[in-house]
């Protein structure tokens, strides 16, 4: 499971993804960090991938 997570800079209502195969995945123009984040939204597709298990 990744354990990256990512969330887009200068979005105030972006949220934290931590699943490279999420289709909102930040892939340029992001803050990352390897520990979970404190506070913040995490991202719900996200979450639900982590849940179903196809979370990479
Ligand atoms: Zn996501």
Redesign the pocket.
């Known amino acids: 499971m990744a354990s990256t997570y990512r969330k887009r800079k200068g979005v105030a209502y972006d ?1 934290w ?3 490279s195969n ?4 930040p892939t340029s123009d992001y803050v990352e960090r390897d520990t979970k984040p404190t506070s913040g939204e995490r ?4 979450m639900a ?1 982590e849940k179903a298990g196809t979370c990479s």
Do not use: M, V
């Not at 999420?22 to 995945?25: A, H, I, L, V, Y």
């Open positions: 949220t993804h931590n699943c999420c289709s909102n995945w991202c719900n597709e996200c991938k």
